[in-house]
């Protein structure tokens, strides 16, 4: 008896967590936006990002910019081949790994001299699996589909429970 209790627990417990696990937008600058003479390491200090979450880069298109880059990329501010540029300025980039990420602006010196560059940790995601425990694996992208996959998940897990308990 207590088990199935304990199982009803954990299948509403399955429904409730995807909501936590929600994605979350970041503006690169917020209303200052994508622009050279701004301090990007200071916008993404205390800041947490997570797998699931996504950037978005605004700027007036053509003004600027966004590279992908790796780490020496960024250190040296090489400017990749132009066609790899994103430049529609609104640029969304969905984080989808963890780790180091690094984005620079390739117009000009606006990276070596106008500091228009970001680097940013990106953390597994909001509730991805503990070292130990045999969680069920929630959505680690944070779209609508995987809430709504996870939440399919979690209605099928509440009616097993509530079979087992019957
Ligand atoms: C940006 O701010 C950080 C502290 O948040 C500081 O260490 C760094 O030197 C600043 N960068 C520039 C280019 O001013
Ligand atoms: C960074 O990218 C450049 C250009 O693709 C490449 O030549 C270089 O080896 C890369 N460096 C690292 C540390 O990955
Ligand atoms: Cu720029």
């Known amino acids: 008896m207590a088990s199935h209790k304990v199982f009803v627990v954990i299948a509403f417990a399955a429904i409730i967590f995807p909501a936590l696990a929600s994605a979350a937008k970041y503006i690169v600058g917020d209303e200052t936006g994508w622009t050279n003479g701004f301090n990007y390491t200071t916008w993404a200090s205390g800041k947490e990002f997570h797998v699931g979450d996504e950037l978005v880069f605004n700027y007036p298109a053509g003004k600027h910019n966004v ?26 980039i969905p984080l989808a790994k963890p780790g180091k990420k690094w984005y620079i602006c390739g117009v000009a010196k606006h990276c070596a001299e106008g500091g228009q560059k970001l680097v940013i940790n990106v953390l597994p995601g909001v509730g991805a699996p503990a070292p130990s425990p045999s969680w069920p694996a929630p959505p680690t992208s944070g779209s609508a589909k995987g809430t709504l996959a996870s939440g399919l998940m979690a209605a099928a897990l509440v009616a097993i429970a509530m079979v087992a308990v019957l």
Do not use: H, M, R, Y
């Not at 960024?74 to 430049?87: G, H, Q, R, S, V």
């Open 67 to 92: 590279f992908k880059v790796n780490g020496t990329q960024f250190k040296n501010c090489e400017i990749p081949p132009l066609n790899e540029a994103l430049t529609s300025g609104k640029d969304v």
